[in-house]
């Protein structure tokens, strides 16, 4: 198969768009719902991280479960893609922060990542795994930056998809 005249691209190339968007947009949609379960531990996780105003905690508390299922969905099915992988990349990077520096600052928090909040005596797995999760999540959205939805994203049907994007089956070479 095909993209944009390269020859290179390999017959799996397209379908890591959808696998990728499966997985991150699953990781948001499963931790957003977590968090809209409890709005008020969400609240308290995010007051634990000691980073924002206490002004704005309530609000950013209130509104990262919903901005979480929003992405989740929207990566799911495939609609604006590489808008909402540069949005899903940018509110990991904000979570990568906040664990990086929650950690390096020696707070023993839960990171409320899948809805848990308080306080641990041993934080540094948790914290390496939202680190690692976070930084896959990223990697994945620049591929789908790059490379686009890949195969059944909604985008296609709905004409949002440039045709330079869309893959073709190749032409033999003789």
Do not use: H
């Not at 299922?69 to 609609?79: H, K, M, N, P, R």
């Not at 641990?120 to 686009?148: D, Q």
């Amino acid at each position: 198969m095909s993209k944009r005249g390269d020859s290179s691209v390999t017959s799996w190339q397209p379908w890591v768009g959808p696998v990728v968007r499966l997985l991150a947009g699953g990781v948001f949609l499963y931790t957003g719902w977590a968090k809209i379960q409890d709005i008020d531990d969400t609240i308290r996780s995010v007051r634990n991280y000691q980073l924002l105003p206490e002004a704005v905690v309530p609000t950013v508390g209130t509104a990262l479960p919903i901005v979480e299922l929003i992405l989740g969905a929207l990566l799911v099915v495939g609609v604006l893609t590489r808008f909402v992988a540069v949005f899903t990349a940018l509110v990991s990077l904000a979570f990568f922060i906040g664990v990086a520096s929650a950690w390096a600052r020696g707070l023993q928090i839960e990171c409320g990542c899948f809805g848990n909040s308080g306080f641990t005596s041993n934080p540094v797995p948790g914290y390496v795994r939202e680190l690692v999760l976070n930084g896959a999540i990223m990697a994945g959205c620049a591929w789908l930056f790059l490379r686009g939805a890949g195969r059944f994203a909604l985008d296609d049907k709905l004409g949002l998809t440039p045709a330079a994007d869309t893959y073709e089956l190749p032409t033999p070479q003789p």
